[in-house]
Structures are given as C-alpha cells and as structure tokens.
C-alpha cells in the first residue's frame, strides 16, 4: 500500500495532467464503448457456449466434431489474426456483391464494430465452449438419474438441474474468462473502433506523452477488472451450495 501511495503521488506531483480535462469526455465515451464490447461478446459467447459444451458431452459426432473443431481452431489461433481475417478478409468482399450493399444489412456491414462483436464472441465462446463441457461433464451423474426417476422431461431436466449445476461449477472460471475478455477488447481498436484504448492512443499522438496517457489506461482497466472481480465474488456468496 505504501508502494502504490508513493507511485500515485510521484504521478500526480511530477507528471503532467493539464490535457486530462480536455479529453476527459472522450475517455468516458470509450469506456463506455469497452464495456458495451465487453458485454455484449461475453453475453453472445456464453450462448454459445453452452450448445458448444453440450455437444461435446452427449451430441451425435455430426455436432460433436463441429463443436470440438471450433474451439481447437479458434483457441489455437491468435485472436488478432481472426479479427484482421473478419474484418479485413471477409469485410472486403461484401462490397463486391450489390445484393448485399443495397440490403439493410449494409449500414453495419460497412461499420467496424460489427467485427469486432463477432471475434470477440468466437473467442469467448470457444474457450468457455470448453470449460462449460468439463462443467456439464461434471454434474454428478446420480442428480440426473434422480430427476429422470422423479419423470422429469429432457428439457425441464436440462433446464433445472444440469444447466444450473454446470454454471456454478464453471462461475470462477468464468469470472476469469470476463477478465481475460476485458483485456482482450483494447484489439478492436486496430480495426479503427473507437474504444477506450483508442481515445489514449489518439492523446498519446496529441500531446506527445507517453507514460500518463498509458498509467491512466492501466489505471482504468485495473478499476473494471476489480469491480468484475468483486461482481463475481458477490454473485458467487449469494448462490446456493449443493454437497456431492
């Protein structure tokens, strides 16, 4: 605590923070755009997700080999390079078709954010794709023999047993995944979507400063990760605990 004082004093005593103010809406508005990113790929992903984790466990192989082959190629490969192949692969081919420019579809298509929504998205839900399938693997065999014997339908079972069990056992796993994908987010901004990252990059080039810019980003992403964090944690005191 003593360390962390005497770093935010020498900051405030021998740093310039004169620009703040002026650019002060700017940041705001990015953090705004950042965790607008963060939850709507973390909401769209774990959607995702749980059919991704389901099919690995008790699909056919014409949905389990799908399922197993997007997380191995999507957690296999850097997320830059998807983003770039999203944006820069697949975006500059829809100009080329006027059936897709003259749809409704063009006024998005035509924006960044639309993909970077969707690789952040296969991202999440490839790797919690994976830990919901070892959660659903997980669930204690003889509770879904019991709900079975009570005449419990597949779907009320899924919906009331297996589903809730499995997401408080991947809950710490997946308030880490939230973390990693908050970090993950400052990526949209090379494919020019304005986030957080983006506006202290542009007040970088501004006022040719260098570390009160960046302290100021890390100090931002370090209050959304600690109150991710304690999210979390409250979240995870409130739920009932089951015994085996």
């Not at 990015?30 to 995702?48: E, K, P, Q, W």
């Not at 296999?76 to 003259?102: D, K, M």
């Not at 952040?120 to 079975?148: I, K």
């Amino acid at each position: 605590m003593a360390v962390g004082a005497g770093i935010v004093f020498c900051a405030a005593w021998f740093m310039r923070w004169d620009w703040l103010p002026n650019y002060a809406g700017a940041i705001v508005w990015g953090v705004g755009v950042t965790l607008a990113m963060l939850a709507s790929t973390s909401i769209l992903g774990f959607f995702l997700a749980v059919p991704l984790g389901l099919a690995q466990v008790t699909g056919p192989w014409w949905l389990c080999v799908p399922a197993r082959g997007f997380c191995t190629v999507i957690r296999g490969t850097p997320l830059l390079l998807q983003l770039w192949l999203l944006y820069f692969g697949l975006g500059s081919l829809f100009p080329q078709f006027p059936e897709i420019r003259q749809s409704f579809l063009w006024p998005y298509l035509r924006e960044a954010w639309p993909y970077g929504v969707a690789a952040l998205t296969f991202s999440f839900a490839a790797y919690e794709g994976e830990v919901m399938r070892g959660a659903f693997a997980g669930v204690p065999r003889g509770e879904l023999e019991a709900a079975r014997a009570y005449g419990m339908s597949r779907w009320k079972l899924f919906w009331r047993i297996w589903l809730p069990r499995a997401v408080h056992r991947a809950l710490p796993t997946l308030n880490g995944e939230m973390v990693l994908q908050l970090k993950a987010t400052p990526l949209v901004a090379t494919i020019t979507v304005i986030d957080v990252y983006a506006v202290v990059s542009k007040v970088r080039q501004v006022t040719f400063l260098t570390y009160e810019p960046l302290l100021l980003l890390a100090l931002i992403y370090l209050i959304l990760t600690a109150l991710l964090v304690a999210g979390f944690r409250y979240f995870e005191k409130r739920l009932p605990t089951w015994s085996a």
